[in-house]
C-alpha cells in the first residue's frame, strides 16, 4: 500500500504550491495553537512551530508522510505574523516600508510508520520600497491581507511594485520553500517524475 502524503496546513497558497510541484497529497488541518511568543531564535521558532503542526496530524495516520510549514516575519528583533484587523495590517506595513526584513518559513517532515522526522527553516530577505500611506490603505481596501504573515503577500505586492529586492527563495516567502523541501522529500523516498 502506498503512502498517503498530507499536507498539515489548510494554506492555499501552500497547496497550490506543492500541486505544481507534482505532488499528490491530502489537505488535513492541524488545529495546533502556535505561539510566536517562544523565546527561540527564529530559524529555531518557525522549525518548532512547523513541528508542533505536524505532531498535531501524526496520531492519525499510520503509514503516511506529513507535511507542515509555518511562515513568519522577522524585522528588528521582532516575530510578525498575521495582522487579524486592517489597522494592524497599516501598523506592519508602514513599519517594512523602506525597509529590509526577513522571512522565515520552518518545514516539518514526518514519515508516520518509522517516525523519521527532518525539519528546517528556510530565510528569504524582502527589501520593500518607501510606500506612502495612501498605497498602504488601498493594498489594504483591495487586498487581503489579514490571512497573511507580514500583512502581505508576495504575488499581490509584487504586482503592486512595493519590492525592490528579493535575496533568496520567493516561494519561501509565499509560504513553501519547494525546491528545499522536495531535496528533503527525496530522502523519504519520495520523488516527482516530471
Known sequence: MARKIILASTSPKRKELLAKAGLKFEVVSSDYIEDMTLPLAPRELATFLSRGKAETVVKKYKN?????ADTFI??????????????????TLKKLSGHTHSVFTGFTVID??????????????????????????????????????????????TEKSFVEKVEGDSLNVIGLPVSVLMKVLKKFGIEVKN
Open 64 to 68: 503516511a508522510v506529513i507535511i507542515s
Open 74 to 91: 522577522y524585522f528588528k528583533g521582532k516575530v510578525i505574523g498575521k495582522p487579524h484587523t486592517k489597522e494592524k495590517a497599516l501598523e
Open 112 to 157: 508516520t510508520k518509522n517516525s523519521k522526522i527532518i525539519s528546517q527553516a528556510v530565510e528569504t530577505k524582502i527589501t520593500f520600497k518607501k510606500l506612502s500611506i495612501k498605497i498602504i490603505r488601498d493594498y489594504i481596501k483591495e487586498g487581503n491581507p489579514l490571512k497573511y504573515a507580514g500583512s502581505y503577500t508576495l504575488n499581490d505586492i
